[in-house]
């Protein structure tokens, strides 16, 4: 019965849940949500790979030797972000032809921001490196693998819309959508990150050590 699909689906739904609380119970410094994501990334790829279980172990794991990278890179991407908008609203009111000219060049600028975000975090997961270098290879994922970059970005924005008009989304996102969406995504990314993933099965010799 152990091995039945109902039990393997609730014992899924019961990590999803599980992750998800411990994300959003991190994320409330806000500073922590790059580390926090990482974390999240991470469980989802181990699980993929490796199979359920030890989420918890698996997610303070990744947030404690990632924390210092996945903080700055956060840091980095929020600073940039709200500059970035504030630059897209600021051409958009201008009005003017050179505006309109500036708008568009914020807005290439943005959108690349956008897809290498949606690499980076769980790059810096599974993959070592200095930060620099990550911030590269998640560029040039994004686009070597556009794609997968095009499927990930109608995910996230599927899930932001469906949040931003519907209360009942909302709190499914509280109770396990966030967890959800990053384990969505996580299969996309796996196949892109498969061939550059060390694919011993070393990940509890790492958290006992």
Do not use: D
């Given at each position: 019965m152990s091995n039945s699909p109902v039990m393997a689906f609730l014992n899924k739904m019961t990590d999803l849940i599980l992750l998800n609380v411990i994300w959003l119970i991190s994320c409330i410094p806000v500073i922590t949500i790059g580390a926090a994501t990482t974390a999240m990334y991470y469980v989802c790829i181990v699980s993929i790979r490796q199979g359920d279980g030890y989420v918890v172990k698996r997610f303070w794991y990744s947030f404690k030797?990632?924390?210092?990278?996945?903080?700055?890179i956060w840091m980095i991407i929020l600073i940039l972000g709200i500059i970035m908008g504030l630059d897209l609203f600021f051409w958009y009111?201008?009005?003017t032809r050179f505006g309109k000219i500036m708008f568009c060049i914020s807005a290439i600028v943005e959108f690349a921001?956008?897809?290498?975000?949606?690499y980076v975090f769980p790059m810096l997961a599974k993959l070592e490196g200095k930060i620099t270098n990550?911030?590269?290879?998640?560029?040039?994922?994004?686009?070597?693998?556009?794609?997968?970059?095009?499927?990930?970005?109608?995910?996230?924005g599927g899930f932001i819309w469906a949040n931003?008009?519907?209360?009942?989304?909302?709190?499914?996102s509280f109770f396990i959508g966030f967890a959800l969406l990053?384990?969505?995504k996580s299969f996309f990314i796996y196949r892109v990150m498969m061939n550059h993933i060390d694919e011993r099965f070393d990940d509890f010799m790492e958290i006992d050590n």
């Open positions: 030797n990632n924390f210092k990278q996945a903080t700055i009111r201008l009005g921001l956008i897809i290498i975000s949606l990550t911030i590269k290879n998640a560029a040039a994922f994004a686009v070597g693998y556009f794609p997968y970059t095009l499927v990930l970005m109608l995910l996230t931003m008009v519907s209360i009942g989304m909302n709190a499914i990053v384990y969505l």
